[in-house]
């Protein structure tokens, strides 16, 4: 099946620890995204990249980092800077960064500092 | 900046009955305006897009308006059943595909 798959989906961090969220898509997209869910606040866009090895800051990039080196990938590593890092995480993709694309997102990972 | 704002955050409705939820915004107009379902737990997924010039669209029991004098979008669920329960969120994107998202309105549909 085509789609976007993260992992995990449930992900626990102690302070101080960086931590890495997966996310891998097989719609042979360009444009992919993070975005930041906390209740009753709309997504936040972190990071995106429109193409690899290119991408980009978003809203609230601080304390977070990407990494695109393959078309397929695009993992978000939430480090130590980030003081408030529990939160629900969707990685999502588009065709690209035309407007009007829609955009297909992955089914979320849940991560919690403990 | 832009700011989206969606009606409420709940809205309970009797099954059988028309949802309508509402998506307005301030500033400039979107050039799409998408709105997306999203279950509890899961990613959102997607329902409709509607253009600035375009004033309505269907997909069968959904339709969504987009009023750009009034700022706003509605999104209507006719005979309205159980199973539409869930969080409705509205996008705006401009020719970039900058998307930004609304809250979103977590609609119940009650038997």
């Known amino acids: 099946d085509g789609g976007i798959t993260q992992s995990p989906k449930y992900l626990f961090r102690k302070e101080g620890q960086n931590v890495t969220l997966s996310c891998e898509q097989n719609?042979?997209?360009?444009?992919m995204y993070w975005y930041r869910q906390d209740p009753g606040q709309g997504l936040r866009l972190i990071y995106y990249s429109q193409i690899v090895n290119d991408f980009q800051k978003g809203d609230i990039a601080e304390g977070y980092s990407v990494s695109r080196e393959k078309k397929e990938s695009f993992p978000l590593t939430v480090t130590s800077a980030q003081k408030n890092p529990t939160a629900f995480y969707l990685c999502?993709?588009?065709?690209?960064?035309?407007?009007?694309?829609?955009?297909?997102f992955g089914e979320g990972s849940w991560l919690t500092v403990v | 900046s832009q700011k989206i704002e969606q009606n409420s955050e709940a809205l309970n409705i009797q099954e059988g009955k028309t949802a309508t939820l509402t998506c307005n915004y301030t500033n400039y107009s979107p050039a799409y305006l998408q709105w997306y379902r999203q279950d509890p737990g899961r990613g959102p997924v997607f329902l409709l897009l509607?253009?600035?010039?375009?004033k309505e669209k269907r997909k069968e029991r959904l339709k969504v308006t987009f009023d750009t004098t009034l700022k706003q979008s509605l999104f209507h669920i006719t005979a309205s059943q159980p199973a539409d329960s869930a969080t409705y969120l509205c996008?705006?994107?401009?020719?970039?595909?900058?998307?930004?998202f609304g809250a979103g309105t977590r609609l119940t549909v009650k038997p």
């Open positions: 719609l042979n997209h360009d444009a």
């Open positions: 999502a993709s588009s065709k690209d960064r035309v407007g009007g694309n829609t955009i297909y």
């Open positions: 996008a705006l994107s401009y020719n970039n595909n900058d998307m930004r």
């Open positions: 509607i253009r600035e010039n375009e």
